[in-house]
């Protein structure tokens, strides 16, 4: 009788973990690659890794997250800043997501 573990199946058993596991994190930087132009690089990698290639469509429909440079330069983004600490928030927002303080329109 032929054992239940022969040197192939076993490693396979070890192969096929490791490839799958490389192709995983390999989705995961290909969402990263597609989201960061965009400012999306760490959502990318994540719905790449959670979502595979849906993540990657997912990153690839989002709209570009804005960066935060843009919003210090008065007139260009219309938007909202906490008066507690200053952060930049969205415009429509009543209260500052880092700190709770009330948002000042700017
Ligand atoms: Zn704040």
Redesign the pocket.
Known sequence: MIGYLDAGSASMLIFLPVLLIGLWIGSGFIGRAIGKPKGLGTAGFWLGFGLGFIGWIIVATMPPRVPQYMYLQPGIIPGAF?T??G?PTAPSARF?G??G?PVGQK
């Open positions: 906490c507690m600490c952060q500052c880092g700190c303080g």
